[in-house]
């Protein structure tokens, strides 16, 4: 059955604390990215990537880290440097240009 | 810089009614747009989309208005049901790069 996973659903981050959030993909899709959302508000890009081992920043960027070492997985890492960390992340991939998201469940993220 | 927009934040419509959620988009560049749906703490699900050489494009229950000349799409949601609450994103592709820029969602609320 093919998608987009991301885990866990719920995760607690602590002061000074970096946590990672996984996303992975069997839709042999080569582009992913990942978007932060607010309560009541839209998506914000924080990464892409468009291919193996690359990847570029979005609008906020700033506290976050990505890796991109296989094309079906997207790992995103909140840093203590994030303080204000306490959103929606979601996960998406596509084909190629012109191509529509699809994402995944989303992780909430809160801070203890 | 440019982007999509919404005209109301909040919709609310008898159940059986008709539905119709806006979008402005300032990007004359945009070609490409799509209409998501997020229901409460899942990630957006695709709708319909509209390439910009179409001005109307229907699925079921669905349909997509395209006016380039005032930069202005539109979803119309036909025999609204209780299943149909949510927040609806419209998102554009500008051609600056392999994603979409997202609006900031608009929520329609079905009164049974």
């Known amino acids: 059955d093919g998608g987009i996973t991301q885990s866990p659903k719920y995760l607690f981050r602590k002061e000074g604390q970096n946590v990672t959030l996984s996303c992975e993909q069997n839709?042999?899709?080569?582009?992913m990215y990942w978007y932060r959302q607010d309560p009541g508000q839209g998506l914000r890009l924080i990464y892409y990537?468009?291919?193996?081992?690359?990847?570029q920043k979005g609008d906020i960027a700033e506290g976050y880290s990505v890796s991109r070492e296989k094309k079906e997985s997207f790992p995103l890492t909140v840093t203590s440097a994030q303080k204000n960390p306490t959103a929606f992340y979601l996960c998406?991939?596509?084909?190629?240009?012109?191509?529509?998201?699809?994402f995944g469940s989303g992780t909430q993220l809160s801070v203890l | 810089g440019e982007s999509v927009g919404l005209h109301l934040p909040t919709l609310s419509v008898q159940e059986g009614d008709n539905s119709i959620i806006n979008c402005a988009y300032s990007?004359?560049?945009?070609?490409?747009f799509i209409w998501y749906k997020q229901e409460s703490g899942k990630g957006p699900q695709f709708i319909i989309d509209?390439?910009?050489?179409?001005d109307k494009r229907q699925g079921q229950r669905v349909t997509v208005l395209l006016n380039k000349t005032v930069k202005h799409l539109s979803l119309q949601i036909a025999a609204t049901q209780p299943g149909d609450s949510a927040v609806y994103f419209c998102?554009?592709?500008?051609?600056?790069?392999?994603?979409?820029?997202f609006g900031g969602g608009t929520r329609l609320m079905v009164k049974p």
């Open positions: 839709l042999n899709h080569d582009a």
């Open positions: 509209i390439r910009s050489n179409m």
């Open positions: 998406a991939s596509s084909t190629a240009r012109k191509g529509k998201l699809f």
């Open positions: 990007n004359s560049a945009s070609d490409y």
């Open positions: 990537s468009q291919i193996v081992n690359d990847f």
């Open positions: 998102a554009e592709d500008n051609n600056a790069g392999n994603m979409l820029t």
